[in-house]
C-alpha cells in the first residue's frame, strides 16, 4: 500500500481520534513530580526524619505498580524546619523549577496548609495533602485541592469527649500547644464538651516545646480535672506533663490526639521514665502497623520496608506518622491513577474532581473498612490505650465513624 | 490566698534560675563591657551537653551499665517494697540515676568552659576596644551560629533527663487550697541561689574577682597596673559558661530539652537590664520580681501572657530609670 | 579615568543623580528590571520579589541605624504591622470602596499608622542609647508580635492562624500574577532607594548624620535630638511598613511568626554586610542575605542528589553561614560590600596605575 502525505494524516487523524485525543494534545511527560515539606529540622524534627524513608518506599512501590498510567512517578522532598514560610517557598521553587510535571504536594502542617491555601489557584493549583487534619482543610468549597488522611482534629476530639462521657466523666481539662495545630480543635471541643453536659475546667495553652512543666502541672492540679486532653504535641511536652501530674499522684486521665499516639516515643519515655503512660489513651484513625493480619497493604510495606531499610528501625515497624504520610500518598497515587486511567489531563481540578468522588475504596488495612472522601476527610478512628508492659497500643473502642 | 501562695512560690523558683542566668550576663559585662546576646544559647549548649553526658553517653553500648542505672542490690531491694510514684521511690530512682546525673554535670560544666574559652579566643578578644554596635552584632551573629551548630550536632528531642534532685511531691494545704510543689524545684532554686551568692562573694573578696572589678573599673588602668586583662576576660567568660551550664541542666529538667531554650536568654537579658547592667544586688531583685510577676500572669491571664511580662517591665522601667533600677549612670564626654 | 566631575551650577550639584557615571547606572539599572520582568523564569521572579520587599525596609533600617547611628533588633515588628494593617484596611473597606481604590488609599494609611507606632517605639531612644535601645526594641517587638497573636485581636488579626491578605488593584489594574507583582516592587524598591538618596541633601538627613557622628555635639548645633531621632524612627518605621505591605500583597496569606526575631536581624544583617550609611548598602546586603541561603540550598541538592538524610543539615547550614557572613564583616569589612566595589571600582577606573 503506498501512503502518500495526506493518507498519512488522515490514518493518524483516526488513529489519534481512537486512542483519545488528550494523548497528544499534550505531550506526556517523562516523569510526575510529587513535592514535599518535611520538618526534618525544628521542634518536630523527630517526626519528619521517621516519615523522610516513606517518600523513597512509596516511590519504589508506586512504580514497581506501574507508576501513573505507565509514566513514573518521582518524589521531591525538602527540610522545611516546620516554619510555614519554607514551605511556602519550598512549594513555590518547585512550582518554578519543575512546571506542569508537579501534579502534587505534600505539606507538613497545618500552617503550611493554611498559608499555601490561598496560593492555590489558576495555573498555581495542585492537590495538596499533609501531615495536618486541621478542621478548616476538610471543606471543599474553601479547599478544594487540599484533603486530609483521616478524621480532623474536631472529629477526633468529638471522639475522644463522647469516650469520657460514656465513661461517667464530668470534668475535662483541656492543655494545648500555641500553635495553629494546638488551637485548631479547642473552641470546637468546648462547644462538644458545653452539649455532652462535660465541664471544661481548665484551658492551658504552653509553648509547643521546653514549656515550662511545673507551672503547668500545677494549674492542672488546682483545677481538679478528672480528664485531659493533650493537643498540639509531638515528641515533647505531653510525656512531661503526664510525667508530671504522676509524681504529683494525680488520678487524671489524660487523653490525646493522634500525634501523642506514636509507639515509638511512648516506649522511650517508658524506658527513661519509667511506666507511668499507663493507662494513657487516644484516637488513632489508622490501624497500627503490628496489626497486619486483615491488612493486605501493610504486608507489601514490611516486604518494600524489609528490603530497603535493613538493619534500621523501620525495619520491622513503621511509625504511626510514616503511616500517616503513607496514606496521604496512596490518596494522591489513587487520584492520580484514576484521573488518568479516565483520560483526562492531570490538571488540579480534574485530580479535585476524582478525589472527592473516592467512594467505597478499600485502602488494604489503614481503616477498618472502605472509605469514602467526605469533605475531603475521612472520618473514621479508633480509640487506643497504651500498654508500659508490651509497648503496644491496644484497641479500647470498634470504628467509631464521625 | 492559697492559690496566691502557690503561684508566688513558682514564681521565685523560677526567678532563682533566671538569676542564675543572669549573672552570667552581668560578669561577662563586669569584665569585658559585652552584652552577651547569645548567652541564652550558651545555656541551651549547657541544656544539651547535660543530655549527652547524662542520657547519650550511659546508654551508649561501650558505657558499664552502672553508669546508666545504678543497682546495688540494697536499692533493688528497697526498690521492690516502695510503691510507684511515692516519695521515697523518687528518692531510691534518683539514686540510682546518680552516677550519671554527677556525670551529666560534670561533663556541661567542662564543656561548656571548653566552648566559652573557644568563643572568647575566636570572636570577643579582636573586639578589645571596638564599638559597642560590632560587639552586640557579633554576639548576635554567635546566636545564629550556634543555633545552628545544635541543629546539627543533637537531633533527639524527646529525651527524658533525669532530675539533678529527687523529685519528692511535696503537698501540704493552706487553708482550703492544697500546694502542690516538686522537690527538684526546690533543690534547683537553693542551688541557684547559693551559686548567685558565691559569685556575688566571690566578686568581691577573691583576688581574681577584684581583677574584674578592677578592669571593669579602668582597662587600660587596671592592664598598667598589673592585672593581666585578656585572662580576665576569659575567666569571665569561663564563669558565665560555666554558671550557664547548670542553669541549661535545671532548665532541662524543667522544661525538656530544646532548641527554644535559647530564647530564655531575651528574657533574661531584658530582666539585666531591667535591674541595671552592672549591679548583681539590682539584678537579683528584678529576676526575682519579674519571676513572681510571670507566674501570677501565668495565673490570672495565662500562659501566653506571661511570656512578654520581662519585655513589658523592661521598657516600663527603661523609661523612668535609663539605667535600670540600680545600674550606674554611663558618664560620657563630648 | 575620571579625575573629578565639573558642576557648572549649584543645581547640578545638589542632583540626586549628580553625575554621567550615577545616571547611566541608574538607566541601565531601569533597563536591565525592564528586561528581567519580561524575561526571566517564575523562579527567578520569586526571588527577586523577595529582594525587592526586603530592600524597601532595609533602606529604612539604613536611616536609622546607618545614617542616625540607633541600633533596632525589632524593625520586623514594623514590618508587621504595615503587613497587618494593609489586610485590615483592606478588610474594613470592602464593598464600601471601590477596589480600584482600595490598594491606594490602604497603603499610605498603613505607612502613616507604622510611622506613628515607630514613634512611640522610639520614646525610649531619647533616654537611651546604643544596648539599651537594641534591647528595648527587641522587648517591643516581642510585645507587637504578641499582640498580632493573641485572642483578643483575633477577629482583626487571624490570631496564630494568620489572615488572608487581598490582591492589590491599582486603578483596575489588578496584580494577580507574581510577574506583575514584581513590577510594582521593583517600582517601589527604586523609589525607596532614590528617596533614601534624597534624604540626605536634605537638612533633616544632614541632622541624621550629625546625631550619629556624636548626638550631644548634634544638640549643641541646635539639632534637637527629641525632633530629629524620633522623626529618624517614624521614617524608618514607614520604609518598614511599606515593605510589609508589599509583603502582605505577595503572599497570599500572612501569619505572625513570619515577623518574628529572624526577620529583624536579617534586616539589620543586611544593612552591615552590606555597608551602613552608603545608598546601595542595602542594594548589596539584602542581594547577599537572599542569595547565599538559595544557593546552598541549590548546591547541595545538586551534591546530595535529593537525599532525604543530607536535606536534614541545609537549614542549619544556612543558618551557620549567616551568623559566620554576619561576624565575618563586622570584624574584616566593617564598612560593607559597597566598600568592597567601591575599592574595585577604584581600581579599575585608575587602571592600569596605582590600585587601592
Known amino acids: 500500500m503506498t501512503m502518500n502525505r495526506r493518507a498519512f494524516l488522515g490514518t493518524t487523524a483516526a488513529a489519534t481520534a481512537a486512542l483519545g485525543t488528550p494523548m497528544i494534545l499534550k505531550a506526556q511527560p517523562a516523569e510526575y513530580i510529587i513535592g514535599a515539606s518535611l520538618p526534618l529540622t525544628g521542634p518536630f524534627a523527630t517526626a519528619g526524619q521517621l516519615v523522610a524513608p516513606a517518600f523513597t518506599m512509596a516511590q519504589k512501590l508506586f512504580n514497581d505498580e506501574g507508576g501513573v498510567a505507565g509514566t513514573p512517578i518521582r518524589f521531591v522532598t525538602e527540610d522545611s524546619g516546620y516554619i510555614p514560610q519554607n514551605s511556602l517557598a519550598n512549594y513555590q521553587r518547585a512550582l518554578a523549577s519543575h512546571g506542569n510535571n508537579l501534579v502534587g504536594y505534600m505539606a507538613d502542617s497545618t500552617g503550611a496548609m493554611k498559608l499555601m491555601a490561598p496560593e492555590l489557584k489558576g495555573a498555581n493549583a495542585r492537590i495538596m495533602g499533609s501531615t495536618s487534619f486541621a478542621s478548616e482543610l476538610a471543606d471543599p468549597a474553601t479547599h478544594p485541592y487540599q484533603y486530609v488522611s483521616g478524621p480532623s482534629y474536631q472529629s477526633q476530639f468529638d471522639i475522644l469527649l463522647e469516650n469520657i462521657k460514656a465513661e461517667g466523666g464530668t470534668t475535662v481539662a483541656f492543655i494545648y500547644s500555641n500553635t495553629e495545630f494546638g488551637r485548631d480543635p479547642i473552641a470546637h471541643g468546648r462547644a462538644t464538651a458545653e452539649r455532652l453536659g462535660l465541664k471544661v475546667v481548665l484551658e492551658e495553652v504552653t509553648k509547643p516545646q521546653g514549656a515550662d512543666i511545673p507551672t503547668h502541672v500545677t494549674k492542672l492540679a488546682q483545677s481538679g480535672a478528672e480528664y485531659c486532653i493533650l493537643q498540639g504535641y509531638v515528641t515533647g511536652v505531653w510525656p512531661q506533663l503526664i510525667g508530671g501530674a504522676r509524681q504529683f499522684g494525680l488520678p487524671t486521665k489524660f487523653r490525646g490526639t493522634f500525634w501523642g499516639m506514636e509507639k515509638i516515643i511512648a516506649d522511650r519515655i517508658t524506658e527513661q521514665a519509667g511506666p507511668f503512660l499507663a493507662g494513657y489513651e487516644g484516637v488513632m484513625p489508622y490501624r497500627y502497623f503490628w496489626d497486619q493480619a486483615d491488612a493486605p497493604r501493610y504486608q507489601t510495606y514490611a516486604k518494600y520496608a524489609g528490603e530497603m531499610f535493613a538493619g534500621t528501625p523501620l525495619e520491622k515497624y513503621l511509625s504511626t506518622w510514616t503511616l500517616q504520610t503513607m496514606c496521604g500518598l496512596e490518596i494522591a497515587f489513587k487520584t492520580l491513577r484514576d484521573t488518568a486511567e479516565a483520560g483526562h489531563e492531570l490538571t488540579a481540578d480534574n485530580l479535585a474532581e476524582t478525589l472527592a468522588g473516592i467512594s467505597d475504596w478499600d485502602t488494604g488495612g489503614f481503616f477498618g473498612g472502605p472509605i469514602s472522601m467526605v469533605n475531603n476527610a475521612i472520618g473514621t478512628g479508633r480509640v487506643y490505650a497504651y500498654d508500659p508492659e508490651s509497648g503496644l497500643f491496644n484497641p479500647t473502642s470498634d470504628w467509631l465513624s464521625v | 490566698m492559697g492559690q496566691f501562695l502557690q503561684f508566688a512560690i513558682n514564681g521565685l523558683m523560677s526567678g532563682a534560675i533566671y538569676a542564675l542566668i543572669a549573672v552570667g550576663i552581668v560578669s561577662v559585662y563586669k569584665a569585658t563591657k559585652v552584652v552577651n546576646f547569645a548567652h541564652g544559647y550558651l545555656i541551651m549548649f549547657g541544656a544539651y551537653f547535660y543530655f549527652t553526658f547524662a542520657v547519650i553517653v550511659p546508654q551508649a553500648a561501650w558505657a558499664p551499665a552502672w553508669l546508666a542505672s545504678w543497682q546495688p542490690d540494697w536499692l533493688v531491694a528497697a526498690k521492690a517494697d516502695a510503691p510507684m510514684f511515692s516519695p521515697l521511690g523518687a528518692v531510691l530512682d534518683w539514686v540510682s540515676n546518680l552516677p550519671r546525673i554527677i556525670l551529666g554535670i560534670s561533663g556541661a560544666v567542662i564543656a561548656n568552659a571548653l566552648l566559652g574559652r573557644l568563643v572568647e579566643r575566636t570572636l570577643m578578644r579582636p573586639l578589645m576596644g571596638q564599638s559597642i554596635f560590632a560587639m552586640i552584632m557579633v554576639t548576635v551573629g554567635l546566636i545564629s551560629i550556634l543555633s545552628g551548630a545544635s541543629s546539627i550536632i543533637w537531633t533527639a528531642d524527646a529525651a527524658f533527663v533525669p532530675h539533678i534532685a529527687p523529685n519528692t511531691p511535696v503537698r501540704f494545704s493552706i487553708g482550703d487550697t492544697m500546694i502542690f510543689l516538686f522537690g527538684a524545684d526546690l533543690v534547683n532554686m537553693v542551688i541557684a541561689l547559693l551559686l548567685f551568692g558565691g559569685i556575688v562573694l566571690w566578686v568581691r573578696y577573691t583576688k581574681s574577682g577584684i581583677a574584674i572589678r578592677a578592669t571593669a573599673e579602668d582597662q587600660s588602668t587596671a592592664y598598667s597596673m598589673g592585672i593581666s586583662v585578656p585572662k580576665v576576660f576569659s575567666r569571665a567568660w569561663v564563669l558565665a559558661c560555666t554558671t550557664g551550664a547548670i542553669a541549661g541542666a535545671i532548665l532541662a529538667t524543667r522544661n525538656g530539652v530544646s532548641p527554644t531554650l535559647g530564647l530564655f536568654g531575651f528574657s533574661v537579658l531584658a530582666i539585666v537590664l531591667l535591674g541595671g547592667l552592672d549591679s548583681y544586688v539590682g539584678v537579683f531583685i528584678a529576676a526575682m520580681s519579674v519571676g513572681v510577676l510571670e507566674a501570677m500572669t501565668q495565673w490570672k491571664l495565662g500562659g501566653e501572657w506571661a511570656e512578654i511580662v520581662p519585655y513589658v517591665a523592661v521598657l516600663l522601667v527603661l523609661l523612668v530609670r535609663p539605667h535600670g533600677l540600680m545600674g550606674s549612670k554611663e558618664v560620657e564626654r563630648i | ?356
Open chain 3, 1 to 356: 579615568m575620571i579625575n573629578g566631575n565639573l558642576k557648572s551650577s549649584y543645581g547640578s550639584d545638589e542632583r540626586i543623580v549628580n553625575n554621567g557615571y550615577k545616571q547611566a547606572f541608574v538607566y541601565g539599572s531601569f533597563l536591565c528590571l525592564a528586561a528581567f520582568a519580561l524575561f526571566a523564569n517564575d523562579y527567578m521572579i520569586l526571588i527577586a520579589c523577595q529582594v525587592g520587599i526586603l530592600l524597601v525596609a532595609v533602606v529604612g533600617i539604613n536611616i536609622l541605624t546607618g545614617y542616625t547611628g540607633l541600633i533596632s533588633l525589632g524593625h520586623g515588628a514594623f514590618v508587621a504591622i504595615g503587613a497587618y494593617a494593609v489586610t485590615i484596611l483592606h478588610n474594613a473597606m470592602d464593598g464600601i470602596v471601590p477596589d480600584a481604590l482600595t490598594a491606594l488609599i490602604a497603603i499610605p494609611v498603613a505607612v502613616t499608622i507604622t510611622a506613628l507606632i515607630g514613634i512611640i517605639v522610639g520614646l525610649p531612644s531619647l533616654r537611651v542609647k546604643g544596648l539599651y535601645l537594641a534591647v528595648a526594641t527587641l522587648a517591643a517587638s516581642f510585645i507587637v508580635i504578641f499582640i498580632v497573636e493573641n485572642e483578643t485581636f483575633a477577629g482583626y488579626t487571624g490570631g496564630v492562624v494568620g489572615i488572608n491578605t487581598p490582591v492589590p488593584n491599582l486603578l483596575g489594574w489588578e496584580l494577580d500574577t507574581k510577574r506583575e507583582m514584581f513590577i510594582f516592587i521593583s517600582v517601589s524598591a527604586v523609589l525607596a532607594l532614590l528617596a533614601g538618596q534624597n534624604l540626605f541633601r536634605t537638612r533633616v538627613g544632614r541632622a541624621f548624620i550629625a546625631i550619629r557622628d556624636r548626638d550631644y555635639s548634634a544638640e549643641i548645633l541646635g539639632i534637637s535630638l527629641l525632633r530629629y531621632k524620633l522623626m529618624s524612627f517614624a521614617l524608618s518605621a514607614a520604609y518598614c511598613g511599606m515593605a510589609g505591605a508589599l509583603f502582605a500583597y505577595f503572599y497570599a496569606r500572612i501569619l505572625p511568626e513570619q515577623f518574628e526575631l529572624e526577620l529583624s536581624l536579617e534586616l539589620i544583617a543586611a544593612v552591615i554586610v552590606g555597608g551602613m550609611g552608603r545608598t546601595l548598602g542595602p542594594l548589596f546586603g539584602v542581594i547577599l542575605i537572599v542569595l547565599v541561603p538559595e544557593l546552598i540550598k541549590v548546591t547541595a541538592s545538586v551534591v546530595t542528589n535529593g537525599d532525604t538524610a543530607s536535606t536534614r543539615i541545609i537549614a542549619p547550614l544556612q543558618e551557620i553561614i549567616f551568623g559566620l557572613l554576619l561576624i565575618f564583616f563586622l570584624l574584616k569589612e566593617p564598612l560593607g560590600i559597597n566598600h568592597i566595589v567601591d575599592r574595585l571600582i577604584r581600581a579599575a577606573n585608575r587602571w592600569p596605575f596605582a590600585r587601592g
